[in-house]
């Protein structure tokens, strides 16, 4: 198996150092579009990962697919609450469209049907995406806008949403952003 970067394993420590107060700076910097220290995209990776690791669940860092070798996936961390497991997406933008949750959508086709997927986005879906999600069968894939992210760190809680998020699903067998379709730019 291979081992991660120097930066890789750079950023793990950084983030593993990290409590509630540094996750919130960090998500400003996010918001900001200023993280000087952190490569495109891996702040918002690592504050995901390190939320619920706090929350102490069992998280795993970025990682490629298959370790060592060239990669045919990156995944953006890993969660595993209960009996299920979760592949996590994130995209440090503005507005994300269907891409990212058709990715999610493919990597979740080769594991077992008891593993969802999270897509975290730093704002917003477009109302495509969103509908995608919803339409998209099996359900397996859960959308955290900014506002989620935002309110689980003011709560200083990640857990609780996922399985909100997941019990929703389950109940009505739509994405929690389905009732704010009409509130969307297209």
């Not at 760190?153 to 990640?158: A, E, G, T």
């Given at each position: 198996?291979a081992?991660?970067?120097?930066?890789?394993?750079?950023?793990?420590?950084?983030?593993?150092?990290?409590?509630?107060?540094?996750?919130?700076?960090?998500?400003?910097?996010?918001?900001?579009?200023?993280?000087?220290?952190?490569?495109?995209?891996?702040?918002?990776?690592?504050?995901?990962?390190?939320?619920?690791?706090?929350?102490?669940?069992?998280?795993?860092?970025?990682?490629?697919?298959?370790?060592?070798?060239?990669?045919?996936?990156?995944?953006?961390?890993?969660?595993?609450?209960?009996?299920?497991?979760?592949?996590?997406?994130?995209?440090?933008?503005?507005?994300?469209d269907?891409?990212?949750?058709?990715?999610l959508?493919?990597?979740?086709?080769?594991?077992?049907?008891?593993?969802?997927?999270?897509?975290?986005?730093?704002?917003?879906?477009?109302?495509?995406a969103?509908i995608?999600?919803?339409?998209?069968?099996?359900?397996?894939?859960?959308?955290?806008?900014?506002?989620?992210?935002?309110?689980?760190?003011?709560?200083?809680?990640?857990?609780?949403?996922?399985?909100?998020?997941?019990?929703?699903?389950?109940?009505?067998?739509?994405?929690?952003?389905s009732?704010?379709?009409k509130?969307?730019?297209?």
């Amino acid at each position: 198996m291979a081992k991660p970067s120097e930066t890789d394993l750079e950023y793990i420590k950084r983030a593993e150092k990290m409590k509630w107060p540094e996750l919130n700076v960090l998500w400003k910097q996010i918001k900001a579009g200023n993280t000087p220290d952190w490569h495109s995209g891996k702040a918002l990776e690592h504050l995901v990962i390190r939320a619920f690791r706090l929350n102490k669940l069992e998280a795993e860092y970025p990682y490629d697919v298959p370790p060592g070798g060239i990669a045919i996936e990156e995944i953006d961390g890993l969660v595993h609450m209960n009996c299920y497991t979760f592949l996590i997406e994130c995209k440090d933008k503005e507005v994300v469209d269907i891409k990212a949750i058709a990715k999610l959508r493919n990597q979740l086709l080769r594991r077992p049907d008891t593993t969802f997927g999270c897509v975290f986005v730093a704002e917003r879906f477009t109302a495509p995406a969103l509908i995608l999600a919803d339409f998209s069968v099996p359900h397996r894939i859960l959308l955290w806008s900014g506002v989620d992210i935002e309110s689980c760190l003011q709560k200083k809680d990640f857990a609780s949403t996922l399985l909100d998020k997941y019990r929703h699903l389950c109940k009505y067998g739509l994405t929690d952003h389905s009732p704010n379709y009409k509130d969307l730019e297209v």
